[in-house]
């Protein structure tokens, strides 16, 4: 299973400029702001302890110093392709005002856990010492991804809590998958879109010692202690596998004392922005709002 997972993961990889296509209907505001287009986002390239991180950083015009928000693309822990959310980085910078880094993080089978979560909280602490040489404001940053971009976001913030580096205000996770320790749950059974099959490569790739899929920080889902944790958004969908994982987490935070914020996007499921477009833009339109309220 191994050697076929990393075969499978270096074909996806291939593909995927043009296979992603599901945010192609996301452009509702951000190609363009009061009819001016948004430049092209500018390369950084930041430090980690695993070299240099390749992050494309879209910023609002005419906005001295804006926050920041970190985002970290999904695709399984196989797929590198930030592109794939460029709506979304372009819609958070025309609605909630702020600069998007978007991570470009390493992915299986080149690379194997802890490499991106180690990048994950590298480029969020690097921000906060040194965003300010960008004019961006390095002391207000949300971090946030969605699918296993979820994962490497809510692993940064424990990562940070526990090594005494400054956390992000609040970390927004969209059908994060927050427990890589198993790869069949009944959900996943009963829904085809996230099935056993993709769990088994997903995690057989990046996740390569099964033994690793037990740390909290592949696994924030097992954590056992979320006190002292960023303020969430969790967005789980009713009908995604990988539901279970966001709205055990979400608990666990209300229950050690995190403000958190909850929503379970109904008849929906990995792909959660898909479907209707009216319900949609709410989600962004929601998102958008608590990331523009939090860092204020």
């Known amino acids: 299973m191994g050697l076929f997972s990393d075969a499978t993961a270096l074909m996806v990889q291939a593909g995927a400029r043009r296979s992603v296509r599901y945010g192609d209907d996301l452009y509702f505001t951000g190609p363009d702001l009061d009819g001016h287009e948004l430049d092209e986002p500018e390369t950084w390239r930041i430090p980690t302890r695993h070299g240099d991180v390749r992050c494309e950083v879209y910023r609002p015009p005419d906005v001295a110093r804006p926050p920041i928000y970190v985002h970290f693309h999904g695709g399984g822990f196989m797929m590198r392709f930030p592109r794939m959310d460029d709506f979304f980085a372009r819609f958070l910078v025309a609605e909630a005002g702020v600069a998007v880094v978007n991570v470009d993080y390493a992915v299986a089978p080149r690379h194997r856990y802890p490499i991106a979560h180690h990048q994950a909280h590298d480029v ?14 390095g002391s207000r940053i949300a971090i946030g991804g969605f699918s ?41 059974m009963a829904h085809p879109m996230i099935g056993p099959g993709i769990l088994r490569l997903a995690h057989g790739s990046y996740f390569k010692d099964e033994a690793c899929r037990v740390d909290p920080y592949a696994s924030p889902l097992l954590s056992d202690d979320m006190h002292g944790l960023p303020a969430a958004i969790v967005l789980t969908a009713e009908r995604d596998a990988m539901r279970v994982d966001g709205d055990a987490f979400a608990e666990r935070l209300t229950a050690a004392g995190v403000d958190v914020l909850h929503r379970v996007v109904p008849e929906r499921d990995h792909y959660f922005l898909d479907g209707d477009r009216v319900r949609t833009r709410e989600l962004l339109d929601m998102m958008a709002e608590e990331l523009t309220r939090r860092l204020a």
């Not at 979820?150 to 427990?179: E, F, H, I, K, Y």
């Open 124 to 137: 969020v602490r690097w921000l906060t010492q040194h965003a300010g040489e960008g004019d961006l404001d």
């Open 148 to 188: 296993t971009g979820g994962n490497l976001a809510a692993s940064a913030c424990l990562q940070a809590r526990d090594q005494g580096t400054p956390l992000p205000r609040v970390q927004l996770l969209g059908v994060p998958t927050l427990d890589v320790s198993t790869h069949v749950t009944p959900s996943a």
